[in-house]
């Protein structure tokens, strides 16, 4: 399903990453333990009553620099209106309409729409009767809301989600599947898509950010239906910098929320930087299964130890997804190209692997035989057994007499040992824990 994508915009400490935040602590449903995973909290998935959106925070894009301060506030509502399907303009009750907020405003204008005007910092009733200011805007009442203590937020958010649909279309249900292509712009996905299916699919040049729309396109391996999902960059070539990555990663979050398996492209020339960290963290929380593809391998100076380097580099660098296998690729050359397919197939098999409660809770004695758990108050943590309830991915839930006296250090080790007994290379597993009465999954 195609989730709806909001993003949060206006100028600089009106409260945008305040407002993020207890949005996503409302959230409805149940976070799971994933250990490790690098929460840079710019992107997430949000819930409430039961629909689902992605929820952008924008903060920090508009620069201090008066003389590019036009420029970049022109930048950061033209692409929050062409990627966004709603924009949350937050504008700050304490102050009062500001001249920056008047420049979004006449940005925003002409769309008017898809726009919802936020007042934070209306901290009480006094404090309502100031909002009014904001009417110039011309987007109508402001929705007063306190987001550092919760004041209004539900109501709020009763409001934001009348502008979802219901029947937002369904992806229709076809055997395949669907690998979403993720990188940053110039990174060679539009090359290795070309490569995948050996024509020219997509305009491939150097200027990152040429392609303007996602593309599906499916081929077929070894009797598998298989779609790739060409994430697409803005919508044409953008001078300023800053600010581009929060936006230009809406589509790929989009695309990686409609995939089975995320392959995230790597340039070999180049550090793995925040951005790659914050989509394939992305993509572990939202349990999809990994696969690293290092492009431009053509370009590196080689011995019998740069693979080696290369790779305990990767593993430092990304630790939260240490199971997901590493391909070395040329897209320019074709260089192992093809591999990617067997990669392909064999990660769809470990996610949709199933292991046998007996054998789950062989496991489970031998592993906490080993290293039996623990509380720090004393309290006897005891784990009776072991099932896994579905695969892709692969879900476990381990019965206990208290999930409260399973540390998080010892979920952590039981996670490892889950990866070492049974491997699960490219997918990323789910566990819950379940006190004496509490249903199954």
């Known amino acids: 399903m195609k989730k709806k994508v909001v993003a949060i915009v206006g100028r600089p400490n009106v409260g945008k990453s305040t407002l993020f935040n207890r949005i996503c602590k409302k959230r409805s449903a149940i976070v799971d333990f994933e250990e490790g995973v690098t929460r840079d909290r710019k992107y997430e998935e949000a819930e409430w009553s039961g629909k689902k959106f992605v929820i952008v925070d924008t903060g920090g894009i508009i620069p201090k620099s008066d003389s590019s301060i036009d420029k970049a506030v022109k930048f950061q509502a033209e692409v929050a209106i062409t990627e966004a399907d709603l924009v949350l303009f937050v504008v700050d009750s304490k102050v ?17 729409e898809k726009v919802i005007l936020v007042a934070n910092k209306t901290d009480n009733e006094k404090d309502d009767l100031e909002i009014y200011d904001f009417l110039k805007l011309g987007f109508g009442d402001p929705f007063p809301v306190a987001a550092a203590n919760g004041r209004n937020v539900g109501n709020f958010l009763d409001l934001l989600i009348s502008y979802i649909d219901d029947d937002i279309e369904e992806e229709e249900e076809i055997d395949e599947i669907k690998i979403a292509i993720v990188g940053k712009p110039n990174v060679g996905k539009s090359s290795l898509i070309n490569k995948l299916i050996k024509r020219e699919a997509n305009i491939v040049t150097n200027i990152p950010g040429t392609t303007r729309d996602s593309i599906d396109l499916v081929v077929e ?3 598998e239906q298989i779609r790739f999902i060409d994430t697409a960059g803005l919508r044409r070539k953008k001078r300023i910098k800053y600010g581009v990555e929060y936006f230009s990663n809406m589509r790929t979050i989009e695309s990686i929320n409609r995939a089975d398996i995320v392959l995230a492209v790597i340039d070999a020339n180049d550090d793995i930087s925040s951005q790659d960290q914050k989509i394939i963290s992305y993509a572990a929380r939202n349990f999809k299964d990994i696969i690293l593809a290092i492009n431009k391998w053509d370009l590196i100076e080689k011995d019998n130890s740069t693979t080696g380097e290369f790779v305990r580099d990767i593993r430092e660098k990304l630790r939260f997804v240490e199971y997901a296998p590493i391909i070395f690729i040329s897209a320019l050359t074709g260089q192992r190209i093809h591999k990617i397919f067997d990669f392909i197939l064999k990660v769809k098999e470990e996610s949709n692997k199933r292991i046998s409660t007996s054998k789950l809770n062989d496991f489970l004695k031998k592993t906490t035989a080993k290293f039996p758990p623990s509380h ?10 072991c099932t896994q309830v579905t695969t892709h991915p692969p879900t476990f839930v381990f019965f206990c007499n208290n999930p409260d006296y399973i540390t998080v250090h010892y979920r952590r080790y039981l996670n490892n040992q889950l990866r070492e007994n049974f491997k699960f290379e490219g997918a990323t597993i789910r566990t819950f824990y379940r006190g004496r009465g509490e249903d199954e999954l």
């Not at 720090?376 to 057994?385: D, L, N, P, R």
């Open 96 to 112: 009062g309409t500001a001249d920056i907020d008047l420049h979004i405003a006449k940005i925003l204008s002409p769309h008017r």
């Open 376 to 385: 720090s108050s004393g309290k006897h943590a005891k784990i009776y057994f």
């Open 221 to 223: 391996h070894n009797n």
